[in-house]
């Protein structure tokens, strides 16, 4: 039997965290080996465990994968998560990175300027309102059905339903006049491996503050 994933990445969300929301998703418990100080990071590159010397990087069956999307599709098919065919995968496709789009964003939101700050939230919050969510609520409309893709849970719905809690945390009446998004993050956030990952105590990390951008800055020398 295969061992836990092993995710190597610092103890922050970054590109990791729709990778932990995936498995979490999918009911797989997984390992975390966090990368503390740069010397961890130097280790890992120089025996050879990172083929374009960057993490996120899981191993995962007999493999040290890294680049996001090649290892949350590899996740996706392995877990029943990725479309019945090649039409519900392009579509799944073309709405996880329209998720990762808006999610790029905010993550890169602690590392703008002071002065710059607030113009950065204004257009993130212009670009929520006006260009993703109406897209998304679109979809969930046209569909009819609880989900993005098909009839049952796809990577599409998780990684969505993730940055909505994302969006929640900018400021919660961004998501008041789509409903049907609010019913979606709802019901993905009431399946039962969903609903535990989202308690205190798991493996789900907290909004970047002070302390935890210093520590990634100095583990990635920026």
Request: charged share 30%.
């Amino acid at each position: 039997m295969a061992g836990k994933p092993k995710l190597h990445y610092f103890n922050g969300r970054g590109r990791m965290e729709a990778i932990r929301w995936l498995l979490a998703a999918a009911g797989v418990e997984f390992e975390e080996i966090f990368i503390k100080t740069p010397e961890d990071l130097d280790k890992l590159r120089n025996e050879g465990s990172l083929m374009f010397q960057q993490v996120p990087m899981v191993e995962i069956d007999g493999m040290k994968l890294v680049q996001t999307r090649a290892i949350l599709n590899y996740i996706a098919t392995k877990y029943n998560l990725y479309g019945k065919d090649m039409k519900e995968r392009a579509l799944i496709d073309m709405y996880a990175e329209g998720v990762v789009d808006l999610g790029e964003m905010i993550m890169h939101l602690p590392l703008c300027p002071p002065d710059q700050k607030d113009a950065k939230m204004t257009q993130i919050k212009e670009s929520v309102t006006n260009r993703y969510l109406p897209a998304f609520e679109k979809v969930l409309k046209g569909h009819g059905q609880d989900y993005l893709v098909g009839s049952k849970l796809s990577r599409a719905d998780i990684h969505l339903v993730e940055l909505l809690y994302y969006v929640e945390e900018l400021d919660p009446s961004l998501l008041a006049n789509f409903p049907l998004l609010k019913a979606l993050k709802t019901r993905v956030s009431n399946l039962p491996a969903v609903k535990k990952f989202l308690q205190p105590g798991s493996p789900r990390k907290p909004p970047m503050d002070e302390k935890n951008l210093e520590e990634a800055k100095k583990i990635f020398r920026m």
